[in-house]
């Protein structure tokens, strides 16, 4: 595979490393202390092995809290603005963040290969199929990053939705407020094992990703829009609110849908 040339030193793109299970042992019972959580289908979560999380994006709490109640490690696809800042370029990438232009094409080669390393060697990864935090709380059209790296390792993807957090630290505050409940769904995995012989069609692609934020909403009970998301489109509620494809429960694409493919 030829890569792109990285702008980091390729230590940023390992991955978790222990130190985040270190301070989950003393970030986890303060986080308790500091907010009420409702957590659901963490059992669903395998012991061993690799799979794909996949959550909605509200809030800059939502990486953090999920590495801090998960019981395994979870590297996060996180924006490479955070290299930029002498306070997160070394915390992060040890805490498990892989840095990511996001403009997208080869420039996000480099955080594509170290998600597929995490993968092999068997571990949690975590990716946002909206691929940024959602402004206005709306729930945005899924980019197909997750269902092509699930399809080519073989791993299960799990939608997980996140209530509450939003509320307690909304987008541009620098600061968490102390109190509030915030409630993580993880969901059942979405098995692509049927995509195999499927993986280079863009179709299979989008159709997986439906399905994955069909069953996001269902667990964040939030409203759809059926555009990406974007910090303009966020703010000013542009969107056009749309129902998603009930892949879970019908196979058959909706061609207008599916013509919009990344």
Same mark, same amino acid.
């Given at each position: 595979?030829?890569?792109?040339?990285?702008?980091?030193?390729?230590?940023?793109?390992?991955?978790?490393?222990?130190?985040?299970?270190?301070?989950?042992?003393?970030?986890?019972?303060?986080? #308790?202390?500091?907010?009420?959580?409702?957590?659901?289908?963490? *059992?669903?979560?395998?012991?061993?092995?690799?799979?794909?999380?996949?959550?909605?994006?509200?809030?800059?709490? *939502?990486?953090?809290?999920?590495?801090?109640?998960?019981?395994?490690?979870?590297?996060?696809?996180?924006?490479?603005?955070?290299?930029?800042? %002498?306070?997160?370029? %070394?915390?992060?990438?040890?805490?498990?963040?892989?840095?990511? *232009?996001?403009?997208?094409?080869?420039?996000?080669?480099?955080?594509?290969?170290?998600?597929?390393?995490?993968?092999?060697?068997?571990?949690?990864?975590?990716?946002?199929? !909206?691929?940024?935090?959602?402004?206005?709380?709306?729930?945005?059209?899924?980019?197909?990053?997750?269902?092509?790296?699930?399809?080519?390792?073989?791993?299960?993807?799990?939608?997980?939705?996140?209530?509450?957090?939003?509320?307690?630290?909304?987008?541009?505050?620098?600061?968490?407020?102390?109190?509030?409940?915030?409630?993580?769904?993880?969901?059942?995995?979405?098995?692509?094992?049927?995509?195999?012989? #499927?993986?280079? *069609?863009?179709?299979?692609?989008?159709?997986?990703?439906? !399905?994955?934020?069909?069953?996001?909403?269902?667990?964040?009970?939030?409203?759809?829009?059926?555009?990406?998301?974007?910090? #303009?489109?966020?703010?000013?509620?542009?969107?056009?609110?749309? !129902?998603?494809?009930?892949?879970?429960?019908?196979?058959?694409?909706?061609?207008?849908?599916?013509?919009?493919? !990344?």
């Amino acid at each position: 595979m030829v890569t792109s040339p990285k702008p980091f030193p390729d230590w940023v793109f390992n991955g978790a490393t222990p130190i985040q299970s270190r301070l989950r042992s003393i970030v986890q019972p303060l986080a #308790r202390r500091a907010w009420k959580f409702e957590l659901d289908g963490f *059992d669903r979560l395998p012991a061993n092995g690799a799979a794909i999380l996949c959550p909605n994006h509200i809030s800059f709490l *939502d990486s953090a809290l999920l590495m801090v109640l998960s019981p395994r490690n979870i590297s996060f696809i996180g924006k490479s603005e955070y290299m930029d800042s %002498w306070k997160t370029r %070394w915390l992060f990438p040890k805490m498990g963040m892989i840095p990511v *232009d996001r403009s997208g094409g080869e420039k996000s080669r480099a955080a594509l290969d170290a998600a597929e390393r995490v993968l092999q060697r068997g571990e949690l990864f975590g990716i946002y199929p !909206e691929g940024t935090r959602s402004r206005d709380g709306m729930l945005y059209k899924g980019h197909t990053g997750a269902a092509r790296l699930a399809i080519k390792l073989g791993c299960p993807i799990f939608p997980v939705g996140i209530v509450g957090t939003r509320e307690i630290q909304p987008p541009d505050t620098s600061l968490p407020r102390l109190g509030g409940t915030v409630k993580i769904s993880i969901g059942r995995p979405i098995n692509v094992v049927r995509y195999t012989e #499927r993986a280079n *069609d863009p179709l299979a692609l989008r159709e997986i990703t439906d !399905e994955l934020m069909f069953e996001i909403r269902e667990l964040s009970g939030q409203e759809y829009r059926n555009t990406y998301a974007t910090k #303009r489109r966020s703010e000013t509620f542009v969107a056009e609110t749309a !129902e998603i494809p009930r892949f879970a429960t019908s196979k058959t694409p909706n061609p207008g849908e599916m013509a919009n493919v !990344e």
